[in-house]
């Protein structure tokens, strides 16, 4: 072990093919595959040392200091790693409001403990450990266009650098507050209950096929189509669960409507909305402020963060 301690950035991600629902498998294995891209400035700070005590130290709550501990024990089991450690976590955006801060916070555990234990893992197969704590946590673990490949033990891995295809990120925040399901219960309680699960399913392949291609050809229009398809494909599970899993508020709505219309109009812009009220918007640079403008006139946005897509993570001592 060379280093006793590190401090990791990891960026949150969004998904524009979306992953909803586990399989049956061990290991937190994801029900379908997922391609998302990496916030820039949406990140989580997480600075791991060896210590005489274990501790724990973020605005987690009783339920996320729970699951944070579990998985760095099973790390540690795994492992055979008997030192004590000191955990020191913060998120510069609002936690556990569907702006994916489990994804930002276990890639950057797992980094920090990879890089002070296991220096030799694969970023393929770290993408596999912060799985186990998060499903979109294993596309975290890289920046830029990511997908998460199904498998026995499924991993992420790159689709294509930031750079090669630069676009702009609006995330319209609506909901400050923690949302009142947590995404876990909810995709438990849709597949359990949703009558359109096994659709969701059954067509999200073809949905991933499009965005690959969409990317490869840096086809903005295509990429839109299939995105907003996605989101509105897994938040219909959400709503007619029973009871409904109803994440949206009416500013998330508005900003739709907003976004649609934009786009009729000729702006370069789409909408996508993980599992909360908050809404991404994706633009082309040169339409970004045209956009922000439009943003102006919409009631019950709290603030609007601009960011790009990019995301890969910074490892420091």
Same mark, same amino acid.
């Not at 030192?83 to 930002?104: D, H, I, K, R, W």
């Not at 709503?239 to 976004?259: D, F, G, N, Q």
């Given at each position: ?33 997922? /391609? ?5 400035? /949406?990140?989580t ?14 605005? /987690? ?23 004590? /450690?000191?955990?020191s ?41 912060a ?18 490949v ?8 790159p ?20 949302k ?56 219909s ?81």
């Amino acid at each position: 072990m060379p280093d006793s301690s590190v401090i990791v950035s990891a960026a949150a991600n969004i998904a524009l093919i979306k992953y909803w629902g586990k399989s049956d498998q061990p290991g937190n294995q994801p029900a379908t595959a997922s /391609l998302s891209v990496g916030l820039e400035d /949406l990140r989580t700070i997480t600075r791991v040392s060896v210590s005489e005590t274990d501790a724990i130290i973020g605005e /987690l709550g009783e339920q996320g200091r729970a699951r944070l501990s579990s998985f760095i024990n099973r790390f540690r089991e795994e492992h055979d790693i008997q030192q004590a /450690l000191n955990v020191s976590t913060e998120n510069n955006f609002p936690t556990a409001s569907g702006l994916a801060s489990s994804a930002s916070g276990f890639a950057a555990i797992t980094l920090a403990l990879t890089h002070l234990f296991k220096p030799e893992m694969t970023d393929l197969e770290k993408s596999q450990v912060a799985r186990q704590g998060s499903g979109s946590a294993a596309r975290s673990v890289y920046g830029g266009y990511v997908e998460v490949v199904l498998s026995d033990d499924s991993y992420a891995q790159p689709v294509m650098p930031a750079e090669d295809w630069p676009l702009d990120v609006l995330v319209a925040v609506v909901q400050e507050n923690s949302k009142a399901m947590g995404s876990s219960e909810a995709m438990k309680h849709t597949a359990a209950t949703s009558p359109v699960y096994a659709d969701w399913i059954d067509t999200h392949k073809a949905d991933m096929d499009i965005a690959r291609s969409a990317i490869a050809e840096r086809d903005f229009v295509k990429l839109a189509d299939i995105s907003e398809h996605s989101c509105l494909k897994m938040h219909s599970t959400m709503m007619t669960s029973r009871p409904p899993v109803l994440y949206w508020k009416p500013a998330t709505v508005s900003i739709i409507h907003l976004a649609q219309h934009l786009r009729a109009a000729g702006t370069q812009v789409f909408f996508t909305i993980d599992a909360g009220a908050q809404v991404k918007l994706i633009c082309a640079p040169e339409d970004t402020q045209t956009v922000v403008r439009a943003l102006d006139a919409v009631e019950g946005i709290s603030r609007l963060i601009k960011t790009r897509i990019g995301g890969e993570p910074r490892i420091s001592q």
